[in-house]
């Protein structure tokens, strides 16, 4: 599934005023933490992942990274933020626009 272009705006909307569920450090991207993303995509839909500064991954890539391993969209990455999307298949929670 790819997002259009308003839908992107309509989940950069919805992630304005959250706050980052996961922090990635000095460890980096981890197989423990792509499955918590899983799972948090599954019951949030749309989550914020924060790099820390003392992280050598670029966030970018670890959005690519993360979104291609558990099959979610990029929404938004901006400075050191990314916004990921996945449709839950059992708890739908955001009504996308068309």
């Known amino acids: ?10 989940l950069r909307k919805l992630s304005h005023k959250q706050s980052p569920v ?3 450090g000095k ?3 981890s197989e423990n933490l792509v499955k918590q993303t899983a799972e948090s995509l599954e019951a949030r839909e749309l989550i914020k992942i924060n790099i ?15 979104a291609s391993s558990v099959h979610a969209e990029i929404v938004q990455t901006i400075g ?18 068309k």
């Not at 050598?56 to 993360?66: R, S």
């Not at 050191?80 to 626009?97: A, C, F, G, R």
């Open 1 to 10: 599934m790819s997002l259009s272009n308003s839908q992107k705006k309509y």
């Open 22 to 24: 996961f922090q990635i």
């Open 27 to 29: 460890q980096g991207l």
């Open 52 to 66: 820390l500064q003392n992280s050598e991954e670029e966030v970018k890539e670890a959005a690519e990274t993360i």
């Open 80 to 97: 050191s933020t990314m916004v990921l999307y996945k449709e839950s298949k059992n708890n739908k929670k955001i009504e996308l626009p």
